[in-house]
T-cell receptor, first 113, second 116 residues
Framework: QKEVEQDPGPLSVPEGAIVSLNCTYS??????FMWYRQYSRKGPELLMY????GNKEDGRFTAQVDKSSKYISLFIRDSQPSDSATYLC?????????????FGGGTRVLVKP | GAVVSQHPSWVICKSGTSVKIECRSL??????MFWYRQFPKQSLMLMAT?????????EQGVEKDKFLINHASLTLSTLTVTSAHPEDSSFYIC????????????FGPGTRLTVL
């Protein structure tokens, strides 16, 4: 069993819809959670970073963490065709500079105009 | 800020040759850099952690003699794929971790390696 599970998709939604992404994890020691966006043939770009249970909002993006269920989510409101990409969740056990991350497999999202 | 560059962006080489990929943090110093490999439609696979001035730490199953990593300065790490074979063809991505930010990594644009 992988430490971090993520549905590979593809997830296809019409423009303007809410995109809902999630990851589950098995290691209860994970404390820090990140969401990255990766366009085809490009490096990942950090979208959200959170370290506590609850919601964190940044523009059209909302990250949600439920440590009791070992479940994290990312919601994208008012989705745009430019949001079409692969979204990767990543997690870390300790709070340290230069600490390695454990990634989910990524979910491919397609927003249709 | 937090820009990481990689060079080259793509490279084609013959089997048996060596290829060097550079990773640079352009506007910050990175004591730690990471090297990942990514196959099509798959997630990132961490190959090694590179710390400035010391030997790299390789993940299980990654051949350190095949994938040579050098982190000679706070802004530059290099990955050399030695005696490359077609199965080494992949997308190689580096990331850099600023010392003042916990857990955050900033990724380069990646290098696509094709070995003929």
């Amino acid at each position: 069993q992988k430490e971090v599970e993520q549905d590979p998709g593809p997830l296809s939604v019409p423009e303007g819809a809410i995109v809902s992404l999630n990851c589950t994890y098995s290691n209860s020691a994970f404390q820090y959670f990140m969401w990255y966006r990766q366009y085809s043939r490009k490096g990942p770009e950090l979208l959200m970073y959170t370290y506590s249970s609850g919601n964190k909002e940044d523009g059209r993006f909302t990250a949600q963490v439920d440590k009791s269920s070992k479940y994290i989510s990312l919601f994208i409101r008012d989705s745009q065709p430019s949001d079409s990409a692969t979204y990767l969740c990543a997690m870390s056990v300790i709070k340290a500079a230069g600490n390695k991350l454990t990634f989910g497999g990524g979910t491919r999202v397609l927003v249709k105009p | 800020g937090a820009v990481v560059s990689q060079h080259p962006s793509w490279v084609i080489c013959k089997s048996g040759t060596s290829v060097k990929i550079e990773c640079r943090s352009l506007d910050f110093q990175a004591t730690t850099m990471f090297w990942y490999r990514q196959f099509p439609k798959q997630s990132l696979m961490l190959m090694a952690t590179s710390n400035e001035g010391s030997k790299a730490t390789y993940e299980q199953g990654v051949e350190k003699d095949k994938f040579l990593i050098n982190h000679a300065s706070l802004t530059l790490s290099t990955l050399t794929v030695t005696s490359a074979h077609p199965e080494d063809s992949s997308f190689y991505i580096c990331s850099a971790a600023p010392p003042a930010l916990y857990n955050e990594q900033f990724f380069g644009p990646g290098t696509r390696l094709t070995v003929l």
